[in-house]
């Protein structure tokens, strides 16, 4: 039966089709290690096997679900197989999921409170319980947007906010009316990350208008920590050529090699001159509920904004990234803009989410939070991000006992930084190409998914561990397949 | 039984808790019309009935849906109720809802090609599928956000990248090095909208550091379309002032009347001017592949770039914003940045979607997109759209009709703008405050739910058609309740 002219899909198509779904989803997350984690098609694959046009007639869901089947699954990549562990390794959990399913259906477009008055009160509510669990002091208020790039933006635009005097009527043009402005060849804006910030912050400057330029990258230690002296050191000679330090981001687990900058050190200077301090803590930040890491964002405590994404490594299917903010109240004056159709007769005490930010639209993403948090549990939610670190602490003895293999950076949680050195026969090699060749070689596999990054200069492989059904036997394999990718790089060698 | 230690949720519970819920949401979406459209919770009480801690030990996720439907179901506004006539009326739609769930358990992070090639390829199948049946031509080039704001924000970036030399590397400080720039009291850069353009081009502006100063809101005619005689008055002032037009937002169902304006007049004058047209589209640009409706953009196959968005009128759950453009290259210029471990080794001929935009995660909204286009076919898209079309001209005409209420503006599309002019035998009334008790009264039944504007001063009740449970029996049961809101707020006068 296809489609009726008017309504929406048929009552009992939906009911079939939802429960036939329903057990689909249930076999893929109990077997999804079938599928090869790395998708193996060819560049246009995937669209050369659909039609340049809609069907003129409506489809069966049966019908449509079959394409997905033949054509749409063999070009996805398996984010929630247990041997992904590129990137950050993320998970799509079962209370996660069941909460999107029931948030489609809800359709809640959370822009004012009357529009969704659970999704507003429930996002500040689960923002509290993640801000407790992570020890972040109560100053700090939480706001639910989509990605960690848009927390992150949304932070640099409240530094900018307080930096900028007059910046949301007139502009960047503020800036030539600050002292000694006129006489620079550069706007006198300064925003400060590491050689190890993630990107996000080099799309922010640009699109806040700030240009790359106003971004200085600050040199890191042998461990890939921010140096703080150099820190010191970049803003005493800004300052002293009449530029303005704007913001600070410094991050708890970057990109790369999940590094801790000094955050501590880093809040003393920004106190000092007065500077936003935005953390980073989109991957590692729910580290600090574990016992033993209580501490992670004690220096956190004094920052500005934070921004930790519940979809990286607690289990909250993408999207939600949570930005805490100790002024919110600079957000709603940057952005607070209210058109006469979206004013209501609410008591002014009620928060519009559409007032913290640039998206109007919010989903209901606080009820997949909700539910993956009371669905494990504090102690469940702990247990499980303890078991990867330990798990990665497991690799990376191994690749610290191997003879073949170094390590390239510490461990904090729950990545692996790590290298083929050659060998032990090899004289002379090219190490980054044998890496290459390593991590082609175990990709194919379709066992397991790892990426690369570059760490003073060498070709690092990564291993990342946050998939929930990644158990110690998938690691042990991902290293089997590993060191029998050497071997085999060694013969082609 | 609660979770376990390690792993996801025990696979047989996540079985049996989609088939519930699979049957929960059937029930729901048949039979959504038994619950109050706008939720009748009090600011505070849902959060009040909340714990202000996360639980210590995981929970079943019985328990946790008992205290969905206990606490957060009364504060939910159902955005998928058949009464449901406020802001912009949309649809969860059942392909749409289940292409939610199975994207949630794919949980695909679409940054790079590699990440998940088919999100990647159903995207630019499914836009262009879109863009054909609204008769955009060929040079536009799509691709998905999660909010027009995210979209228009977009559009307004690359119109800056073409507008300011270098701004990417050197920001606004490129205002200063343009002609005159130095002997002006502002920067240099305006754009123009109407005075019924989105808030979002506001926000888009501030964000962009230009300063809400940079944005000139040109009147309107009697039915609120731009006036193209002021818009080119207002440029070549500001031409003379030594100022620079950098971007004009027309829109295409603008949010309080959905009124038209003269976009093929308006691409004439931004052509001349070499200036940045972007159309807003969001809401009725779907109505472009009516019958009758053909020409609807014929006006804009010169405009740079243009949003509209499935989850408004296209029966897609919220969120999915498409923005299409004719110079994508110059986003991608202005935001392209690849990190080492995101460097993959693909052939530059695929396509890398973070390289599009602000946020480098996404999600596989095109599923959903694919799944609701497929299912109602085109005919059945159409015909759908034309049904609300045709609701909105029967609700028209009973206001026309009638001797107490009056018609504030054209009805274009499926909203329709009117007021109670009073009971036949007042003298002397307050008609904004009777209309607001009437829009009180009519959403405390609980059966429907409007959301009001001003025009020309007055108050306005609207009424927008956008749910796919909505029947004529619905609209007219607004009817019946509206007319009986003005006796009950008459006799109370």
Redesign the interface.
Same mark, same amino acid.
């Given at each position: 039966m296809?489609?009726h002219?008017?309504?929406?899909?048929? *009552?009992e198509?939906?009911?079939r !089709?939802?429960?036939r779904?329903?057990?689909w989803?249930?076999d893929?997350?109990?077997n999804s290690s079938r599928y090869p984690v790395?998708?193996r098609?060819a560049? =246009?694959?995937?669209?050369s096997q659909?039609p340049? !046009?809609?069907?003129?007639?409506?489809?069966?869901?049966d019908?449509?679900f079959r394409d997905?089947e033949k054509i749409? &699954? *063999?070009?996805? $990549?398996?984010?929630?197989h247990p041997g992904f562990f590129?990137?950050f390794a993320? $998970? @799509?959990?079962?209370?996660?999921?069941?909460a999107?399913?029931? +948030?489609?259906? &809800?359709?809640?477009?959370a822009m004012l409170?009357? /529009?969704?008055? +659970?999704a507003t009160?429930?996002e500040?509510?689960t923002l509290?319980?993640?801000r407790?669990?992570i020890h972040l002091p109560d100053g700090f208020e939480g706001v639910i947007y989509? /990605?960690?790039?848009?927390s992150t933006?949304h932070a640099l635009?409240a530094a900018?906010e307080r930096a900028v005097p007059?910046?949301?009527?007139?502009? &960047?043009?503020?800036? @030539?009316e600050q002292r000694n402005a006129r006489t620079l060849d550069?706007?006198p804006f300064v925003v400060y990350g590491s050689d190890q910030t993630?990107?996000?912050i080099?799309?922010?400057?640009?699109?806040? =208008?700030? @240009?790359?330029?106003?971004l200085r990258r600050i040199p890191c230690d042998a461990d890939f920590r921010m140096r703080v002296d150099a820190l010191r050191s970049a803003i005493a000679e800004d300052r002293a050529a009449g530029l303005t330090p704007m913001a600070v981001v410094a991050t708890v687990g970057s990109?790369?090699t999940t590094s801790v900058d000094p955050i501590r050190e880093i809040a003393a200077v920004c106190a000092e001159h007065n500077i936003w301090l935005h953390v980073d803590a989109a991957y590692a930040g729910v580290a600090a509920m574990c016992h033993g890491y209580e501490h992670l964002l004690e220096g956190a405590a004094t920052a500005d904004s934070l921004v930790v994404n519940p979809?990286k490594w607690l289990?909250t299917?993408?999207?939600a990234s949570v930005l805490y903010c100790r002024h919110l109240d600079l957000l709603r004056s940057?952005?607070s803009?209210?058109?006469?159709?979206?004013?209501t /007769?609410?008591?002014s005490?009620?928060r519009n989410l559409m007032d913290t930010g640039?998206?109007?639209?919010r989903?209901f993403r606080a009820?997949k939070l909700?539910?993956v948090?009371?669905?494990? =549990?504090?102690?469940?939610l702990r247990?499980?991000i303890a078991?990867h670190m330990r798990l990665a602490r497991l690799f990376a003895s191994w690749v610290d006992d191997s003879e073949t293999f170094e390590r390239l950076a510490p461990v904090p949680f729950s990545v692996v930084c790590f290298r083929a050195t050659g060998p032990v026969d090899a004289i002379q090699i090219d190490v980054d190409a044998l890496n290459?060749r390593i991590l082609?070689s175990v990709n194919r596999s379709g066992e397991i998914f790892l +990426?690369?990054?570059?760490l003073h200069g060498k070709y690092a492989i990564?291993l990342a561990i946050g998939n929930?059904?990644t158990?110690e036997q998938h690691v042990r394999r991902a290293w089997n397949l590993i060191t029998a990718g050497l071997s085999e790089a060694s013969r082609l060698h």
């Open positions: 296809t489609a002219r008017f309504g929406d899909m048929d *009552p198509a939906f009911r !089709e939802a429960h779904l329903a057990d989803i249930a893929y997350l109990a790395l998708a098609v560049p =246009g694959e995937i669209r659909l340049s !046009e809609a069907p003129v007639s409506g489809e069966t869901f019908d449509i997905f749409i &699954l *063999p070009g996805i $990549t398996h984010w929630n590129a990137y993320i $998970t @799509g959990s079962g209370p996660g999921i069941l999107e399913f029931l +948030s489609a259906a &809800l359709n809640q477009q409170w009357r /529009t969704s008055p +659970s009160e429930l500040e509510v509290g319980w993640l407790r669990l989509d /990605t960690a790039s848009i933006l635009a900018r007059h910046v949301r009527h007139r502009g &960047l043009w503020a800036a @030539g550069r706007l993630h990107s996000s080099d799309k922010a400057v640009i699109l806040l =208008g700030l @240009g790359h330029e106003s990109t790369s979809h289990f299917p993408f999207d940057a952005f803009l209210v058109p006469e159709y979206l004013k /007769t609410d008591p005490a009620v640039i998206q109007l639209g989903r009820l909700w539910m948090m009371r669905h494990f =549990g504090a102690e469940g247990d499980r078991e290459e082609e +990426s690369h990054t570059r990564r929930l059904h158990t």
